[in-house]
């Protein structure tokens, strides 16, 4: 690839390597989060002259994530860990680091579901999630948007860069809602040539960068240390 | 280029459309309807002919349309012809579709609210198909809005005159194919041609948008009409990844060449069985068909035709390929293929039956 022109994308086998890089350095510095795990889709074998090499494929998921919005308009990730939507009993897993003010019971906890999916038309990662309440219904497209912080809301309705449409997750058979990958290569490439000051990231950092513009749309932030090289 | 262009365009499914009986107020019920669906066209489209026949007797509320044959939800964003090709894999004629305009599945189906729906989908593909094509989706972002209805009302009415005026706008490019075409020019074209990847002016990726879509099918059937009927969207696997096209000196990159490049879990090289457990390879059961599928290969690196393994037993059979209604044959070139039989939104729909022989113990 010639390097002096990096087009901001990325290829199958370096969203894995990516992913992989991305989930660690998740589970290292927000410890307060469940952590990313990768689902594995596919074994690809790989053919180079007489060596057989097998590339892993799958996509990241983070599942069960609460987000509580107060009437405040405030809106907070609390976390719940790994325990299932109505296991109440199971206190080890629960992580409760709940950032809304206190005292306000009427406060209805959404849980959302993430995947990081490799959309191999467009070499970019795809955000893809859903929601629901705690009673398991799944919320629409026109909710999940007033569920969304506030400033988040403003940033989809006003940039021509990220926008959310209900559309069929490429694995699963059902409607999830989907963050738009058309325009991902253009603002990568401005954000590594702007802020890291490199023609071409090393491509294990994508993710993370990738993240930190994706993440806040949909109410989850990095800490800083993620964005450092370790 | 024409001909083919033209047969495609004119191919179209006879329907047999009938209300679902949860929905049926009247006695007698009323008859179906009959309708000629164009095969590039999507069902939802056809709405404004369906609802006569049915209006008088729906039950009172707001309709929320959707299809399903023998039980499955049609994916309304899905050709008709592609449909047809795939869920029946003997074709009937007329094909008999249930309608419902209440109870829509959205647990299963995402939400289609007429006509806008079917265009955004439609405009979406085309882009994704031009970044494929070009690396960026340039010309469909540069059409007007009142350029982009033109070619989107062309494919609601299937009228391949509009749509050739429309999409001259486009620049959609095609594959070029040193061995398949015979003309002195493209002989000098193919000096430079020859060993590298990216060889056509128009495309500059060198790339195919591909939809195909597979059934997995364990069970040995004589004939299409013994195939057991497809219940359930997790049956089929769904592989939406561009095709690279890798071209050799005198060798001619085939539609079959294409099937093992865009599914190398099913034909790669046969694990030895020193290599230890080997669960991605057994597709017999549902469970794994979930997770196991369509995944974005992405290069794939594959410069030498695929060699598949020890044994002819060990292969996955092919045992139907079937594009716009065609079984077209597996040596063809895939460039032909892929120029000529491509859907309005310059993606080629291959549905594909493939028996994987059962795991062998290791």
């Known amino acids: 690839m010639n390097e002096s022109a990096w087009d901001g994308t990325l290829s199958a086998s370096e969203f894995s390597a990516s992913a992989q890089a991305f989930a660690e350095k998740w589970k290292l510095n927000n410890p307060a989060y469940p952590p990313w795990t990768w689902v594995k889709s596919l074994e690809v074998p790989i053919f180079a002259t007489n060596q057989v090499s097998l590339v892993e494929e799958g996509y990241l998921s983070l599942e069960n994530v609460c987000i509580v919005k107060s009437n405040d308009d405030e809106v907070a990730s609390c976390v719940e860990g790994e325990a299932s939507l109505y296991d109440k009993e199971d206190e080890e897993s629960t992580d409760s680091a709940t950032l809304t003010s206190s005292g306000n019971d009427n406060v209805q906890p959404y849980y959302f579901d993430f995947h990081i999916i490799y959309s191999a038309s467009f070499r970019v990662p795809v955000l893809y999630f859903r929601a629901y309440c705690s009673d398991g219904r799944s919320l629409g497209l026109n909710e999940i948007e007033s569920v969304l912080p506030a400033n988040s809301a403003k940033v989809l309705l006003e940039s021509k860069w990220t926008f959310i449409t209900q559309e069929e997750h490429p694995y699963l058979n059902r409607p999830w809602c989907k963050l738009h990958p058309c325009g991902s290569s253009d603002w990568m490439k401005l954000l590594f040539q702007a802020v890291e000051k490199v023609d071409r990231p090393a491509m294990e950092l994508y993710l993370v960068s990738w993240f930190s513009v994706v993440g806040p749309v949909i109410g989850l932030g990095i800490p800083i240390q993620m964005l450092k090289e370790p | 280029m024409k001909e083919a262009q033209e047969f495609v365009w004119m191919g ?297 393994g020890s044994t002819a037993d060990d292969d996955p059979e092919i045992k139907l390929l079937r594009i716009q209604g065609i079984e077209p044959k597996l040596e063809t070139p895939i460039s032909w293929v892929a120029n000529h039989l491509r859907h309005p939104e310059n993606f080629l729909h291959v549905c594909v039956y493939i028996k994987v022989p059962s795991a062998k113990s290791l």
């Open chain 2, 12 to 308: 179209a499914i006879p329907l047999q459309i009938h209300l679902h009986e949860s929905e049926v107020t009247t006695v007698p019920p009323p008859p179906p309807a009959l309708i000629l669906a164009p095969r590039i066209g999507y069902l939802p489209l056809l709405l404004p002919l369906i609802k006569p026949y049915f209006s008088s007797t729906l039950p009172p509320g707001v309709d929320t349309v959707w299809f399903e044959y023998k039980g499955l939800p049609l994916k309304w964003y899905i050709p008709t012809g592609v449909l047809f090709d795939l869920l029946c894999a003997e074709p009937e004629r007329p094909w008999n579709l249930t309608i419902h305009f209440r109870g829509y599945p959205s647990h299963l189906l995402i939400p289609c609210e007429g006509e806008d729906s079917v265009k955004w989908n439609f405009i979406n593909s085309l882009k994704e198909a031009d970044y494929i094509i070009n690396g960026n989706c340039k010309n469909v972002m540069h059409m007007s809005q009142s350029d982009q209805l033109e070619l989107w009302n062309s494919v609601v009415n299937a009228n391949l005159e509009a749509f050739i005026r429309s999409s001259s706008k486009l620049k959609s490019g095609t594959i070029e194919d040193d061995y398949a075409s015979k003309s002195s020019l493209s002989s000098q074209k193919s000096q430079k041609m020859i060993g590298e990847a990216d060889t056509s002016v128009q495309t500059k990726t060198g790339k195919v948008p591909v939809r195909l879509y597979v059934w997995n099918v364990s069970e040995d059937f004589g004939d299409m009409e013994d195939a057991p009927p497809i219940d359930s969207w997790d049956r089929i696997s769904y592989v939406n990844r561009p095709l690279e096209i890798h071209r050799e000196e005198g060798k001619c990159f085939t539609l079959h060449d294409a099937i093992k490049t865009l599914l190398p879990e099913l034909f790669g090289k046969k694990r030895k069985p020193s290599e230890g457990e080997n669960d991605e390879q057994s597709f017999g059961s549902e469970e794994e068909t979930k997770n196991n599928r369509m995944t974005e290969e992405g290069e794939g690196n594959i410069s030498q035709p695929l060699e598949t």
